[in-house]
């Protein structure tokens, strides 16, 4: 356990545990109830065990750290996706976005033609970020408009925005891939690679943005109004509304920053490829809905939490990958990782039908007290 | 085979049954008597234990002590099927129909008659027709049940439990949703299972409805039974005395503060039917309202008054009129800004637009005022507790602070939370819709003198209610609604006699 990863998420979740054991049962302790309420944590404790014992090159620091890498696409596809999911949303789209953001960087980074000036543009790589996030952002615009304000129910609106985003991706490419994102040194656009390849304290770029990204969404919620928001939006717009909550700015503004995350996730992925492919990305969205039901966030909207999403995204992350180091066929993986997911919807179901306040938790507690008595 | 064994008779009992949920003891020891052929009606406020013990009598949950016996016989029930087995049916307040099926469908709903080639729709049908015509309810059994009128969905119900051979039948708020002339039918409905033999428990808010059809009366309060006694020794004073274990008073209007100038106009206001294009649901209305005034708005279900009160709020547009807040016209501001400055509504349905179900009794108490407790980007944590911690004080929730889960709360403290999050808010004016609906006398009460030191502090109020002695309690003005328009205007002397004739409503003698 020498990953500081790993150590952090373990402390902070059994924090809250703790918490929520005590909110719902004065100073109780109920062994059962933790393992349900830590299930992701447990879960990812159990892969790393049995993957650990099953091959020798999975418990190491340097595989940890590959795997964590691989994990951050997911992770700030699953971010984005839990906010929009706490308020009763989906997004489809994110696959797609990411992959259209990747293709935007590349075509940047290849360099603009001005045809009526004759001149080509090279811009510096932080413009590429920031354009390609904007482009997130627009498609996560048009998803929240036609939600809020068009009242086209999201699912249908971001399904065909999956195909609309994908769409244009291939139309920009033709099909083909951007390769060679390195930049040149004589046009002063290098460093996009940096993004996927450098290492800060041993630790892979990409992991520290799924963090500040986490950090940054987790103090959104708990933190800010918008938060408040987004939990009151998603638990019941009608009372939320009533209450002075602008609902549907709320609704426009977390498919935004969903598209923000999906292009981030696409910045990283390109640049951990050095390439960009307008197929890049297609059917993450349905891994990142899985991590943030497996973190156990509810789909009917206002329960859930960033820390439970991305042990979420580490379940699948560490899973899929340890399959693949003990030489499980790809097929098998798929089963595996579906299970996970029907496993952890059952789990959710029975964590909320025991939350409701008159039935099934009640009785269980006080069967118990009846037996001491 | 139900109108076995003598009328009268204590077929179901319970004997020294308790609950407790985890500290909490719902039910202290309560013995209960359900007779043969009679009705046996449960009274007490919300959180007194009376939907704890009926779900103990139907099977829903299992007591922590004590025990039933049916027949004499010690019984005990792990589901509501089996329950249902032993001839004990429940029906909710919430009716659990299907409304896209068919009345044959509903009743037969999970347990179809089936032959070899599929489901036997013929005889379920007949069997429909004749559960119709033993209740004496003209109903076509392959109306859909969405196309019946609420009372006839109550007959339907009713039909369904009897289809299982119900000895026993718990009614939870039957009455809570019916017109009048429903309530009649209703009546007559239980008369009719009386005189075959079966058994009814009755819960109702409304004691001088219950009081005409219970021939028993259990009263309840904390969770202990605190009298029972047969109809013809009891009166509606004594109910209410066992229920609250006071002399009662909903509060007269406060005196001695000064009323200051109007705090909100209302002219000509016009407000769209949404179910009927072209028809105003509010018509031309005018009203004003001063600061420290109580005004009580009355009238039938229809006449206008939530329409009127959600239009002033923000909820719903209007169609002519204008509404002046302090002098200024409010013109096309949002929900967030008409709390901003001043005007909030407490909605008349709780669970559907006043609570977020899945946030804490805190969080819903800050809801509407987050801005007070945040600081440049971020809320302060502790600026947030204060304000939750005050609001639990001011308007006295019982709770076991500010982050229990809103589900762990009674009705009328669920209430008070809708209330405190707007009170919260610092508003000038304060518009409650129904705000008594579903909760307690004793909460009744408080809500009351909620609203009259309100008042008494410069607090615009107006209140809507469909109950008439709620109108002659803490109100300077009582208007009367009907179909749209101000149809009469009273002072606190006015008699209910005048205050309903004004409405439209049939005065029964």
Same mark, same amino acid.
């Given at each position: 356990m020498s990953n500081s990863n790993i150590g952090v998420i373990a402390m902070t979740d059994t924090g809250t545990i703790h918490k929520r054991a005590r909110g719902l049962f004065g100073n109780g302790f109920d062994l059962g109830r933790l393992l349900l309420e830590g299930r992701a944590f447990f879960a990812l404790i159990a892969i790393i065990i049995t993957f650990s014992m099953l091959s020798p090159f999975y418990f190491s620091t340097g595989n940890f750290l590959i795997m964590a890498s691989h994990v951050a696409i997911f992770g700030l596809l699953a971010v984005g996706m839990m906010l929009v999911i706490l308020t009763g949303g989906i997004d489809l789209s994110v696959g797609s976005t990411l992959g259209l953001a990747g293709v935007v960087a590349g075509f940047l980074m290849q360099g603009v033609t001005l045809e009526g000036l004759g001149v080509a543009l090279y811009p510096p790589v932080w413009v590429v970020v920031i354009l390609t996030c904007a482009v997130g952002a627009l498609v996560g615009l048009v998803n929240g408009v036609l939600i809020a304000?068009?009242?086209?129910?999201a699912f249908v609106a971001t399904l065909g925005l999956l195909y609309v985003a994908r769409g244009v991706a291939l139309l920009m490419t033709d099909g083909l891939t951007y390769n060679n994102l390195g930049g040149k040194p004589e046009l002063g656009n290098t460093g996009f690679d940096w993004l996927g390849f450098n290492r800060v304290f041993d630790v892979p770029i990409g992991v520290l943005v799924l963090a500040a990204v986490a950090l940054g969404a987790s103090l959104l919620l708990n933190r800010t109004a918008f938060g408040r928001w987004v939990y009151s939006t998603g638990g019941n717009a009608r009372a939320a509304e009533l209450s002075g909550v602008p609902v549907k700015r709320v609704t426009v503004l977390v498919y935004v920053l969903s598209g923000i995350c999906a292009a981030i996730a696409g910045l990283v992925l390109s640049s951990q490829l050095t390439s960009a492919g307008?197929?890049?990305?297609?059917?993450y969205e349905l891994t990142a809905i899985a991590a943030v039901v497996i973190g156990g966030a509810a789909l009917t909207g206002g329960r859930g939490n960033i820390r439970g999403t991305l042990l979420g995204a580490f379940v699948i992350g560490f899973l899929s990958d340890g399959l693949v180091i003990i030489g499980v066929s790809s097929y098998w993986q798929t089963v595996f990782t579906g299970a996970v997911i029907v496993l952890a919807v059952l789990l959710n179901s029975i964590q909320y039908s025991h939350r409701r306040p008159s039935s099934a938790a009640k009785p269980k507690t006080s069967a118990t007290q009846g037996s001491k008595a | 085979m139900s109108g076995a064994g003598t009328t009268g008779e204590a077929v179901l009992q319970a004997r020294d049954v308790a609950k407790s949920y985890g500290n909490v003891q719902a039910l202290k020891g309560v013995n209960f008597d359900v007779h043969r052929g009679q009705v046996t009606t449960l009274f007490g406020e919300n959180g007194a234990g009376k939907s704890t013990l009926m779900k103990i009598l139907s099977g829903v949950i299992r007591p922590t002590s004590g025990e039933i016996l049916l027949d004499g016989r010690p019984v005990a029930f792990h589901s509501t099927t089996e329950a249902r087995d032993l001839g004990i049916s429940i029906i909710h307040q919430e009716l659990s129909l299907a409304p896209n099926l068919s009345v044959r469908d509903n009743i037969f709903m999970g347990r179809e008659i089936t032959t070899a080639t599929g489901v036997d729709y013929a005889e379920e049908e007949r069997q429909t027709r004749a559960l119709m015509e033993e209740l004496e309810e003209d109903i076509d059994p392959l109306t859909p049940v969405e196309d019946l009128r609420l009372g006839q969905q109550q007959v339907v119900e009713i039909a369904r439990a009897l289809s299982v051979n119900a000895r026993i039948l718990i009614m939870d708020e039957p009455t809570s949703a019916l017109s009048a002339s429903e309530v009649e039918v209703l009546f007559k409905v239980i008369r009719d299972l009386k005189a075959r033999g079966v058994s009814i428990v009755y819960i109702s808010h409304h004691l001088e409805e219950a009081l005409q059809i219970t021939d028993h009366a259990v009263v309840l309060r904390d969770g202990t039974m605190t009298a029972r006694a047969p109809r013809?020794?009891?009166d509606l004073e004594w109910i209410v005395r066992n229920m609250v274990g006071e002399n009662f008073d909903l509060g007269s209007p406060p005196e001695g503060h000064a009323i200051g100038d109007v705090a909100l106009k209302i002219d000509g206001l016009s407000v769209p039917d949404a179910s009927a294009t072209g028809r105003s649901a509010v018509d031309g209305l005018s009203l004003e309202l001063r600061a420290g005034e109580i005004v009580c708005l009355y009238g039938l279900m229809g006449a206008g008054r939530t329409e009127m009160l959600e239009c002033i709020a923000g909820r719903l547009p209007k169609s002519g009129g204008r509404v002046l807040l302090e002098g200024r016209e409010l013109g096309r501001a949002s929900i967030a800004e008409r709390i901003a400055r001043g005007l909030v509504l407490v909605p008349e349905d709780r669970q559907r637009d006043g609570l977020v179900q899945t946030m804490s009794v805190g969080e819903n108490l800050s809801l509407a005022s987050i801005g007070a407790f945040t600081r440049g980007l971020f809320t302060s944590r502790k600026r947030e507790r204060d304000l939750v911690d005050t609001s639990i004080r001011n308007v006295t929730i019982k709770t076991d602070g500010g982050q229990a889960a809103i589900g762990s709360l009674s009705g009328g403290n669920q209430q008070k939370v809708v209330i405190g999050k707007m009170l919260a808010t610092n508003p000038r004016v304060v518009m409650l819709d129904e705000?008594?609906? =579903?909760?307690?006398i004793g909460a009744k009460a408080e809500v009351f003198r909620l609203l009259a030191e309100g008042a008494q502090r410069g607090l615009a109020v107006i209140y809507s209610t469909s109950?008439? =002695?709620?109108?002659?309690?803490?109100?300077?003005r009582i208007i009367v609604m009907r179909r749209g328009k101000i149809s009469a205007e009273f002072g606190p002397d006015a008699t209910k006699e005048q205050i309903m004739a004004a409405s439209g409503e049939a005065v029964v003698a």
């Open positions: 304000v068009f009242k086209v129910p307008p197929t890049a990305g297609t059917t | 013809s020794e009891i705000p008594s609906r =579903g909760i307690d109950e008439v =002695g709620e109108c002659l309690s803490i109100a300077h």
